[in-house]
């Protein structure tokens, strides 16, 4: 049983609109978005609820708690609704607690209730780290997940006393653990271990490196589509696209390449939070990471609006199937009518998501790598 009025207790208001006397046009996201509160929480037809987190103190202890996503919502809630099919409601930002463990447990709460009625979550932070919070409400219910980081590190450094520099330990070696899948998207391979590049492709997990990602963008669809959880460190983006980073590289995604990865991750039915992290407003300069965030967001809607209007994959009618033998195996291939979005068959009979790259590759009697991996994964 849900018990959504009760997270307004871990939850400030939203008070920004009323502050500031801002009037909204009413093609803007601001007329649109609905603002939540103890005496109107009926989120039954919401395709996306928002909640902020400003806590710091994972990164940096000495950092306050930060009002970046106030910032951020500023800058979204003046763009233009163009999805009217997709129902956005507002929920506030997390209280902060008076331990870092307080913040991110009041965080785990919330998301619970909303995972429990089935809401897609999007988390503007804060700290990488409260990524944690997104994965301890699967850990808690024992469901098994995949699992999708974006970031320029890979945040495994045991030997850090600083849990952002570390906090993936706790989610990849926790006994007993419910990753079935790990992807990590977007590291520069100046800045991480190659050991532990090595030990991620002995488990089977997938890192794929800034370079290769950028190469075919349009890869990482199908990893967002097959994901539970996943979260962005704004380090992954460039720091000339994305300045309030003062961690970031001169290397990274470029602004517009992250706004196609986060519209990717809207148009995955399967997603449950989405988190994006790292944003400290006192260094962005004119706004431009904020705006940047904001935008990021708009193609987030964008992508469920796309995954709105997708079919099951029980509605045969509404796919293209091929047939295809590659390497003395038997497997179909499925495309989608509305969408053009790929699956496949494994050996298993379940369809997995996958790309026309896929596709090409097995037309050439080649084993798609995609395949190969989700099979080892079987065994």
Excluded at 262 to 274: H, I, Q, V
Aim: aromatic residues 12%.
């Amino acid at each position: 049983m849900s018990n959504i009025k009760e997270i307004f207790h871990y939850i400030s208001p939203l008070d920004f609109i009323e502050a500031e006397s801002i009037e909204y046009m009413p093609t803007q996201l601001g007329k649109h978005i609905q603002i939540l509160n103890e005496h109107n929480y009926d989120l039954e037809n919401i395709d996306i609820v928002l909640i902020g987190c400003g806590e710091m103190r994972g990164q940096n202890e000495a950092l306050s708690f930060s009002n970046g996503p106030y910032e951020i919502r500023k800058e979204l809630y003046k763009l233009h609704y163009w999805h009217p099919d997709v129902k956005i409601a507002d929920l506030g930002n997390i209280v902060q607690g008076a331990t870092l463990n307080d913040t991110k447990a009041a965080l785990k709460t919330v998301l619970t209730e909303l995972h429990q009625i089935g809401k897609k979550v999007l988390i503007l932070g804060g700290s990488h780290d409260l990524t944690l919070s997104q994965y301890d409400v699967f850990k808690d219910r024992e469901e098994i997940i995949d699992f999708t980081i974006i970031d320029m590190l890979a945040d495994l450094d045991d030997s850090s006393e600083n849990r952002y520099d570390s906090y993936l330990m706790e989610a990849l070696t926790y006994i007993p653990n419910f990753v079935r899948h790990f992807n990590l998207v977007g590291f520069q391979s100046y800045f991480v271990n190659p050991n532990l590049i090595e030990t991620f492709d002995k488990l089977c997990f997938d890192c794929i490196r800034l370079g290769k990602a950028r190469e075919d963008i349009e890869m990482l669809e199908p990893i967002m589509r097959s994901t539970q959880i996943a979260s962005v460190d704004i380090n992954a983006i460039r720091y000339s696209d994305a300045p309030a980073n003062k961690l970031a590289s001169p290397n990274g995604f470029y602004g517009d390449e992250m706004c196609m990865i986060t519209r990717f991750a809207g148009m995955s039915s399967c997603l449950s939070s989405f988190g994006i992290y790292g944003y400290i407003p006192e260094n962005d300069t004119e706004n431009i990471t904020a705006k940047l965030i904001a935008q990021m967001i708009w193609y987030y809607i964008d992508g469920v609006c796309i995954e709105k209007n997708e079919s099951p994959l029980s509605e045969k009618d509404q796919f293209i199937e091929y047939q295809i033998t590659f390497t003395d195996n038997n497997t179909l291939f499925l495309k989608s009518k509305k969408t053009n979005r790929w699956w496949m068959k494994l050996p298993s009979d379940s369809f997995i998501p996958c790309s026309q790259k896929d596709y090409f590759t097995a037309c050439n009697n080649e084993i798609p790598e995609r395949w190969m991996r989700e099979v080892e994964r079987l065994v």
